[in-house]
């Protein structure tokens, strides 16, 4: 398994954990405001064996791994790589877009995920809108939605909030979609040199607060996170 990146220490990634995040590339989908653009076809590559070696000279510090992408679902090589990190006695978290339920349903019977972060990038009308693909198959990440709300895997839905692309509308949409859910957050999105376009806009707090109050009727626990 190749990797393009390690980030040796966050709080952040991980909720409640010392964790390093893992990068990994390529992605299935193309999302106008990706904040990792540089991630999907990349050109520098960490070995896993390298990774390894670090996790395991930090496994009595670190308490977890974030792997992430890219979407790290696509790697071939992803299973064995989270067994390793488990050999070493630490959690593993999962960032995934859930376009890939097979491989998120193996994981999670398997028990080799601690946590899920699956990305809801937009209502059901306007997801294909939101995730950059002509053709999306919905079914996909309906059944990443529900094999997470079924199952006993700790997780959460989140979603990026873009001016400029997402609508007021897509909110209830969304709330009504993820009844039932444990944990839903609202993100708000930031311009940077990594998003592919920079005609989209950060939302306002007032914004991001009015939103979350249209998912509340449906998920009652959803939170907004980043938003000073
Ligand atoms: S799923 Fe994530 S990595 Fe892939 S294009 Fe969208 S934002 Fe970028």
Sequence with gaps: MKFCGLQKTTLLDYPG???ATVFTGGCNFRCPFCHNSDLIQPKVFMLEDEILTFLRKR????????????????QSGLKEFIMAVKDMGLEVKLDTNGYRPD???ELCSE????YVAMDIKSSRE???KACGLVHLDLDKIEESVEL???GD?????RTTVVKGLHEKEDFPAIGKWLEGCSAYYLQAFKDSEQ??????ETPSKLEMQLYAKYVKPYVPHVKLRGID
Excluded: Q
């Excluded at 496994?59 to 696509?74: H, K």
């Excluded at 895997?153 to 839905?157: D, K, L, S, V």
């Design 59 to 74: 496994s009595r510090i670190l308490e977890g791994v974030c792997i992430t992408g890219g979407e790290p679902t696509l």
């Design 195 to 200: 998003v592919p376009n920079h005609y989209f």
């Design 111 to 114: 028990r080799l995920v601690d």
């Design 103 to 105: 491989v998120l349903a």
């Design 153 to 157: 895997t700790a997780y959460e839905f």
């Design 126 to 128: 306007n997801y294909a």
């Design 17 to 19: 954990h010392v964790a």
């Design 148 to 150: 997470l709300k079924a």
